[in-house]
């Protein structure tokens, strides 16, 4: 079953989020990972937040999504991230549907 990670971001310092992109690129490489989405155009349609860097992984489950998150070489990286752009993350969004009437 997939598992999903999906990141919002606003960077506030570009040379240090674009050194983030290109490390984080090359370790998502490596993991059983499928970039579904990263940067493309969106629009938020409600809440406060108004990142202008959307990412979505895909992974094949959430030990796949652990092995990357918590790899040696990510946990560097993270640092850049946190460094350089304010971020709202998400995981899971997998499995069954649990609204009632819907699927």
């Known amino acids: 079953m997939s598992y999903y990670f999906m990141a919002a971001m606003t960077p506030h310092d570009a040379d240090v989020y ?3 992109q290109q490390k984080t690129a090359a370790i998502v490489a490596q993991h059983n990972c499928t970039p579904l989405s990263a940067n493309a155009e969106f629009k938020i349609v409600a809440g406060d937040t108004q990142p202008n860097v959307i ?3 895909e992974f094949p489950s ?3 999504f652990d092995n990357w ?4 070489e990510y ?6 991230r946190e460094n350089s752009a304010e ?3 998400g995981v899971g969004f997998g499995g069954e549907v649990k609204i009632p009437g819907i699927g």
């Open 18 to 20: 674009r050194e983030y």
């Open 55 to 57: 990412v979505l992984l």
């Open 62 to 64: 959430e030990a796949d």
């Open 69 to 72: 998150w918590n790899s040696d």
């Open 75 to 80: 946990a560097v990286v993270k640092r850049l």
């Open 87 to 89: 971020t709202v993350i």
